[in-house]
Every structure is written in C-alpha cells, then in structure tokens.
C-alpha cells in the first residue's frame, strides 16, 4: 500500500477555499480515478508543534493505492483534468511525496 501525500504549505495571504476543495475537487478525483483509489483522507492545519506556533501545512490529503504503478497509470490519464482544477480552489503550489504505508 502506498500513500500519496499533496502538502499545501501555510503562507500568510494565500487562499484555500476548503468547500470547494471538499465538495467539488475531492469527489472529482474519486469519480476520475475510480477504483484504484482505496482511501482519501483531507486534513485541515489548526496549529503547530509547539504552543503558539503556526501551522506549517494549511491542508495535507492522503490518496491510498495498492501500488506506485496503480496511482501512475489511475491518475496519468486524469492529470490534466485534476491539475487544471488546482486555481478553482487555491493558489498555492502543492508539494507531492509518495510513501510506502509500513504500518
């Protein structure tokens, strides 16, 4: 199982508009990928580490897939779609990690 993780860092001034995000752009991704996509999770940033610190992710999502070669093919074919909805909902630029889910 893998986990693809797309971070949107926290910046004073940028824009994240979470309804969208939640109910137009997440059920998009789930109706393009289809099956492949085993599990999305959305996680909204309140704070950091420490008391009093800011948060340094605004929202981080987790698609899971059973492989690296599952997300490519799944969401090579989509990608135009799905990055081309990014400035409907934000403008910042996300960063994307693919892990290895070990436990």
């Given at each position: 199982?893998?986990?693809?993780?797309?971070?949107?860092?926290?910046?004073?001034?940028?824009?994240?508009?979470?309804?969208?995000?939640?109910?137009?752009?997440?059920?998009?991704?789930?109706?393009k990928?289809?099956?492949?996509?085993?599990?999305?999770?959305?996680d909204?940033?309140?704070?950091?580490?420490?008391?009093?610190?800011?948060?340094?992710?605004?929202?981080?999502?987790?698609?899971?897939?059973?492989?690296?070669?599952?997300?490519?093919?799944?969401?090579?074919?989509?990608?135009?779609?799905i990055?081309?909805?990014?400035?409907n909902?934000?403008?910042?630029?996300?960063?994307?990690?693919?892990?290895?889910?070990?436990?």
């Amino acid at each position: 199982m893998i986990k693809v993780g797309v971070f949107y860092p926290h910046s004073a001034g940028s824009k994240f508009d979470m309804k969208y995000y939640l109910e137009k752009h997440i059920p998009m991704i789930q109706q393009k990928i289809g099956p492949a996509l085993k599990k999305v999770t959305v996680d909204q940033g309140v704070a950091g580490g420490t008391p009093g610190a800011t948060m340094m992710y605004r929202v981080i999502c987790h698609l899971s897939f059973d492989s690296v070669e599952a997300f490519q093919t799944a969401f090579g074919a989509n990608a135009p779609q799905i990055m081309g909805d990014l400035p409907n909902y934000t403008d910042i630029q996300p960063i994307v990690q693919i892990s290895e889910v070990k436990m």
